[in-house]
């Protein structure tokens, strides 16, 4: 998955990159933060691991402050970008996993419920 890669590449930065590698690092998170961000909110609210509430909450938070000012605020702002980044990909794979996990089941009144394959 590229957002593992670029999730990656954000929280390895040690000292402060270029400006141009930054402003693409950056531009690419927002793009992926955008899309995962529509992807937990379409999980019902009921089913929406805590995680991705917190994710969605600091989601709307970065949007709204943008980067802070000063020699570290663009930097400063991937690494968070990708922390959400992170928090909203895990959300969505519990989810998935969850519901998956549920799905596989097949449930029996009065008996144990039947694996996947043994029918």
């Given at each position: 998955?590229?957002?593992?890669?670029?999730?990656?590449?954000?929280?390895?930065?040690?000292?402060?990159?270029?400006?141009?590698?930054?402003?693409?690092?950056?531009?690419?998170?927002?793009?992926?933060?955008?899309?995962?961000?529509?992807?937990?909110?379409?999980?019902?609210?009921?089913?929406?691991?805590?995680?991705?509430?917190?994710?969605?909450?600091?989601?709307?938070?970065?949007?709204?402050?943008?980067?802070?000012?000063?020699?570290?605020?663009?930097?400063?702002?991937?690494?968070?970008?990708?922390?959400?980044?992170?928090?909203?990909?895990?959300?969505?794979?519990?989810h998935r996993s969850a519901t998956l996990e549920r799905?596989?089941?097949?449930?029996?009144?009065?008996?144990?419920?039947?694996?996947?394959?043994?029918?």
């Open positions: 998955m590229a957002i593992l890669s670029l999730i990656r590449q954000a929280l390895a930065i040690r000292q402060n990159p270029g400006l141009q590698e930054l402003a693409l690092l950056t531009d690419a998170l927002l793009t992926h933060c955008t899309s995962l961000a529509a992807g937990v909110k379409a999980i019902p609210i009921e089913q929406r691991p805590t995680r991705g509430a917190g994710a969605l909450r600091d989601w709307t938070k970065l949007q709204a402050d943008g980067p802070a000012d000063g020699p570290l605020g663009p930097w400063s702002y991937a690494r968070q970008l990708a922390l959400v980044a992170r928090n909203l990909l895990r959300a969505i794979c519990d799905a596989a089941y097949v449930g029996r009144p009065s008996l144990p419920p039947l694996a996947p394959g043994s029918r």
